[in-house]
């Protein structure tokens, strides 16, 4: 039940009938630049994240209720 070389040439036979030699080499161009262009963006991320960011803060103290408690205390008594 495999496929044999004959049911593999048809198929090829028919994709050449169907795009052409030309569009299918225009196709694999393409692709080619896609991966070349997600090369690129994937060198540039890189570069972009390799410069240190500063150091983030965080502003809460741990005796201060968080701004949704505030909320939720002030809703209550009124």
Known sequence: MG???WQILII?????????RGKI????GDVAKGIKSFKKGMAEDD???STPEAPKT????????????KAEDQ????
Do not use: C
Not at 25 to 28: I, K
Not at 58 to 69: K, L, R, Y
Not at 75 to 78: C, G, L
């Open 58 to 69: 965080i502003d809460h103290q741990a005796g201060e209720p968080v701004a949704a408690e």
């Open 75 to 78: 809703s209550k008594a009124s």
């Open 47 to 49: 570069t972009a994240s």
């Open 3 to 5: 496929i044999s070389v």
């Open 12 to 20: 090829a036979v028919i994709v050449i009938l169907l795009f052409g």
């Open 25 to 28: 080499s225009d196709l694999m």
